[in-house]
């Protein structure tokens, strides 16, 4: 699939214990039925051909001679099938039995890979039928359907077809064990990693194998596919429940519920944006080693459809329960950051520009906080409300009300006449309401509050936020400019969230005033209003936030093409946003982030909360005259 995309499959069909010719017709069925969904990589459990419970019976020659025909079968019956499918089967080999797998495309074995951590433990008693693999090179290939076949520990290159597709095998124990083979086949390149499964289901088992898997999939960077027995196993001592999950670097894509029979788990993920993160960490290094690396010759296709989904908001969580924690931690993180600069500095005061905005508002709850934390009296925040000529009673009776209910100090400072008096030292014309009018609001701000902060003994709190940030929507020098950025790495999807969490958790009073707040447009107000209403809306002239996240978010945290953001974006907003109106803001974010660095370049301190920050000292070192055009160019092809 284009932009880096494999369709994973998970399946568990029905089977017959022991009976490998019902087994293989299940197995062909479910490889067909899996091609209606465009499949690129199908698993299925451990031992599948024959059953996992079988227990003596492996030892018998006609079991491993039908588990051989049957293999072979399946092998044909994917002749033309442009899906890589991996079973489970046992494999003789001299005086060694193999619990395996094979690994079969377009009618051809073109590995086969045996358990190396045979379980002898409880309900498990493997050991009496199979040998563990020795991953010592002595035996690289097998004798099986008449043909010499690789065996051992494989890395599967289908990078010819996809770049960066290569994916590794593991067999159920190995997940358990303290270094698991798959941690090698990660290191050697693998982006996927594959897990057949025979593990038998017990109260509280789910989560713990999907704690591991999760966990495994973290620490690799990688796709882990698992796929378990079925509930047509014996049931003599164990039942099987079928779990079936695909997680992607920590994150769950997909998982089936248990006991669930006969359904194919689907899920697409991303090699790009596993390989970026891998590029990131410069910890992580890949290296071959012993592992051999068997070639296939996997054939491409576009799919129809992408499978996946992508929130609108990718720095806010969907579930409220989730969404709630995270803003619980997220604003214990920037008040603890901002309570040690506070003690650092033994700043004797917090000064705020509030001006009844988004930003300002969440800075004074953050600092609020940081006072709580240290004992402070809450009197020694310093909000200076600054009127000047785009104000409206709107959002100054919010910041006079906010303040209160905060308990902090209010000081009204009005800079109508700084500003005219700067404007005619300056030659400019108040009623030319041009670049020039709006910053010299700002820097006027901004140099009261750094000179009340030098009165007071205080530090001045920066309420900018990390959206403003990307796209430069701040006056160079205004503010831009504060002493410690609190709101830095927020961006404003979040900032909306974590006042609305602050809201909802507060008293009558104030949580009116912050649902008032949160219902005011987004708007600097350097233009006069309207009929007393704010007349200049942010995102009329920058373009939706929400938007601009998204492309912040994945250009950003994954280094995503611009070509790859504009279709997932069309994806997650196709309700929402035209093609063409996308296609507009992600241009014009593109051309700002790139020509706005140099405010970046000199930002003030500030903490990082999430994975996306854009300090210079730390997330994004960029130059202040990078280009943009190579990032451009990759959307010259729309055209609208």
């Known amino acids: 699939m284009k932009y880096g995309y494999v369709r994973l499959g998970a399946a568990s069909p029905a089977i017959k214990v022991a009976n490998c010719t019902y087994n293989a017709d299940r197995i062909i069925e479910t490889i067909q039925k899996s091609q209606e969904n465009e499949c690129d990589l199908l698993v299925f459990p451990e031992l599948c051909v024959t059953g996992y419970t079988c227990g003596d019976l492996f030892l018998q020659n006609c079991l491993l001679r039908s588990a051989e025909q049957e293999t072979l079968r399946i092998a044909e019956s994917t002749k033309g099938i442009p899906c890589i499918v991996v079973i489970g089967l046992p494999v003789a080999a001299g005086a060694n039995l193999y619990n395996a797998a094979a690994v079969i495309y377009d009618g051809n074995i073109c590995g086969i890979v045996p358990k190396e951590n045979i379980p002898n433990y409880s309900e498990f008693y493997e050991m009496r039928h199979f040998t563990p693999y020795q991953n010592n090179g002595t035996e690289t290939s097998v004798f099986f359907g008449g043909a010499q076949i690789p065996c051992g520990r494989l890395l599967f290159d289908c990078t010819e ?26 290191e050697a390149g693998a982006l996927i990693l ?19 898997a999760a966990a495994h999939s973290g620490r690799n960077i990688c796709t882990y596919l698992y796929s378990d027995a079925g509930t047509y196993e014996s049931t003599s001592d164990m039942v099987f429940s079928g779990h079936k999950f695909i997680y992607e670097n920590a994150s769950l894509l997909a998982e089936s519920e248990l006991f669930e029979d006969g359904s194919i788990l689907f899920a697409d993920t991303d090699l790009q944006a596993l390989r970026k993160e891998r590029r990131a960490l410069s910890t992580f290094t890949e290296s071959i080693g012993e592992i051999r690396t068997m070639p296939i010759p996997f054939k491409k296709k576009n799919h129809k459809q992408l499978l996946r989904c992508y929130e609108k908001t990718p720095f806010v969580p969907s579930k409220e329960s989730e969404r709630e924690n995270r803003c619980a931690e997220i604003l214990n993180m920037q008040a603890y950051a901002l309570r040690k600069r506070l003690v650092h500095t033994n700043a004797n005061t917090a000064v705020i520009g509030l001006s009844g905005g988004l930003d300002s508002t969440l800075a004074l709850l953050v600092t609020a906080r940081a006072f709580d934390i240290e004992r402070f009296n809450r009197k020694r925040i310093r909000c200076i409300t600054m009127p000047c000529f785009g104000t409206t009673d709107r959002t100054y009776r919010n910041a006079c009300r906010l303040c209160e209910e905060i308990g902090a100090t209010l000081e009204e400072i009005d800079i109508k006449e700084s500003v005219l008096c700067h404007f005619k030292d300056i030659g400019q014309d108040p009623a030319l309401h041009d670049v020039t009018y709006e910053n010299a609001q700002a820097r006027e701000r901004t140099q009261v509050l750094m000179d009340y902060a030098n009165k007071t003994g205080g530090i001045v709190i920066g309420t900018g936020d990390l959206s403003e940030l990307a796209l430069g929507w701040a006056t160079y020098n205004g503010d831009h400019m504060s002493m410690y950025a609190v709101n830095a790495s927020i961006p404003k999807t979040l900032v909306r969230y974590l006042v609305k969490y602050y809201a909802d958790i507060s008293g009558d009073v104030l949580k009116a005033v912050l649902y008032d707040i949160l219902d005011t447009p987004v708007s600097p107000e350097l233009i006069p209003p309207q009929d007393g209403k704010i007349s200049q809306k942010t995102e009329d002239l920058v373009g939706p936030y929400e938007l601009h996240d998204f492309f912040l978010y994945y250009f950003q945290r994954y280094g995503f093409s611009p070509d790859k953001i504009y279709f997932i974006a069309k994806k997650a907003f196709q309700e929402t946003y035209g093609d063409e109106v996308i296609l507009k803001w992600l241009r014009i974010f593109l051309r700002r982030f790139f020509l706005q660095q140099f405010k970046r370049s000199c930002m003030p301190d500030g903490p990082k909360v999430g994975t996306v920050s854009l300090s210079p000292r730390g997330d994004l070192r960029m130059p202040s005259d990078a280009d943009p055009a190579i990032w451009l160019a990759d959307l010259s092809q729309y055209d609208f």
């Open 161 to 186: 077809a996809l770049e960066d597709f290569k994916f590794g095998i593991e067999i159920c124990e190995d997940l358990w064990i303290r270094n698991p083979p798959s941690g090698l086949l990660a």
């Open 194 to 212: 594959c897990n057949l499964s025979a593990s038998n289901e017990i109260v509280g088992k789910r989560e713990y194998r999907k704690t591991l």
